[in-house]
């Protein structure tokens, strides 16, 4: 990195804005004739929606736009489905 690049990002603070989302939840089964049976679950997610990015000129909001958001929905869908099919 040079010294402008240096001189450029010094002066530069950036606070992420994100939504976020757990879930939790259990459940369970007693059967006279068969064993008994419970299962519990858990999961979260965090999709970046912006940032706020102070400089010399003041504060602004930058949004993310298409396609990291898209990207980042994918991982997501995709870790979704290979823990889903782990579990199996």
């Not at 929606?49 to 949004?63: H, M, N, P, Q, T």
């Not at 991982?75 to 889903?84: F, G, N």
Request: proline fraction near 2%; glycine fraction near 14%; charge should be positive.
């Amino acid at each position: 990195m040079n010294s402008y690049s240096r001189a450029l990002w010094k002066n530069w603070t950036v606070i992420p804005i994100v939504s976020y989302g757990f879930g939790f939840g259990a459940g369970g089964n007693v059967a006279q004739k068969s064993d008994n049976s419970a299962g519990t679950g858990a999961g979260g997610g965090i999709k970046p929606l912006g940032a706020i990015i102070f400089d010399k000129d003041g504060a602004r909001v930058e949004s993310v736009k298409g396609t990291l958001t898209n990207m980042t929905e994918v991982v997501a869908e995709t870790a979704t489905a290979i823990v889903e099919k782990w579990r199996c």
